[in-house]
Nanobody
């Protein structure tokens, strides 16, 4: 069954850093672009960063220069290194295959607050 498990979230002060991890099943991770999404209450899930199998990356304007996406294909794990965090980055973060998403799972909560 196609599934992902995101982890690494937490409470961090503005300006701080976090590294998120996402373990994915092979039928998701091995087929193309994987992405990190985030969602706040009452809003749609937003794709924040993505990385293809050939390591091509894309970021939203809000993530550029602050977030770095990477993947370890051998471990079927996706990462998101986040720095210079802002309160508006507060959200539940999810990962999934961009073109053929599987189960979204619980995500991981990131809270940026002083």
């Amino acid at each position: 069954q196609a599934r992902v498990v995101a982890s690494g979230g937490g409470l961090v002060r503005p300006g701080g850093s976090l590294r998120l991890s996402c373990a994915a099943s092979d039928d998701l991770f091995g087929f193309g672009t994987m992405g990190w999404y985030r969602q706040t209450p009452g809003n749609q899930r937003e794709l924040v960063a993505s990385m293809s199998l050939t390591a091509r990356t894309n970021y939203t304007d809000s993530a550029k220069g602050r977030f770095t996406i990477s993947r370890d294909n051998a471990k079927r794990t996706l990462y998101l290194q986040m720095s210079s965090l802002k309160p508006e980055d507060t959200a539940v973060y999810y990962c999934n295959n961009v073109l053929r998403p599987g189960n979204w799972g619980q995500g991981t909560q990131v809270t940026v607050s002083s």
